[in-house]
Nanobody, 126 residues
């Protein structure tokens, strides 16, 4: 499995912004998808965004569309997720995940991915 390292989580006020990063320097090629998931206090982990390393075409959940932007730097094998207009309900541990994929459809289900990082914490206070 390719190690994934998340960073950039923090505590912010509502309306603030963050830009967590997922580094995957060991990816053997660009036919991978990188997804970002979040898990609040409740046990459910949900996908919020994903991007194929090969094409860069993003996917978003409705809950973050228009506020979060995911993009990748393919040569550096790094994926960023910019979070704007943060709300208290965005508070969660954010995980990045990877999956080898030879098409442009990444998916945002947990079962779509087989490799996970350790997570970075985001806390948004009102």
């Amino acid at each position: 499995q390719v190690p994934l390292t998340e960073s950039g989580g923090a505590s912010v006020q509502a309306g603030g912004s963050l830009r967590p990063t997922c580094e995957a320097p060991g990816l053997p090629h660009n036919w991978y998808c990188i997804g970002w998931f979040r898990q609040p206090i409740r046990p459910e982990r949900v996908g919020v965004a994903a991007v194929p390393m090969a094409t860069g075409l993003p996917e978003y959940s409705d809950s973050v569309k228009g506020r979060f932007t995911i993009w990748r730097h393919a040569a550096e094998k790094t994926v960023y997720i910019e979070m704007r207009g943060l709300m208290p309900e965005d508070s969660a541990t954010y995980y990045c995940a990877s999956a080898e994929r030879f098409n442009a459809n990444c998916g945002r289900r947990i079962d779509d991915y087989d490799n996970w990082g350790q997570g970075t914490h985001v806390t948004v206070s009102s």
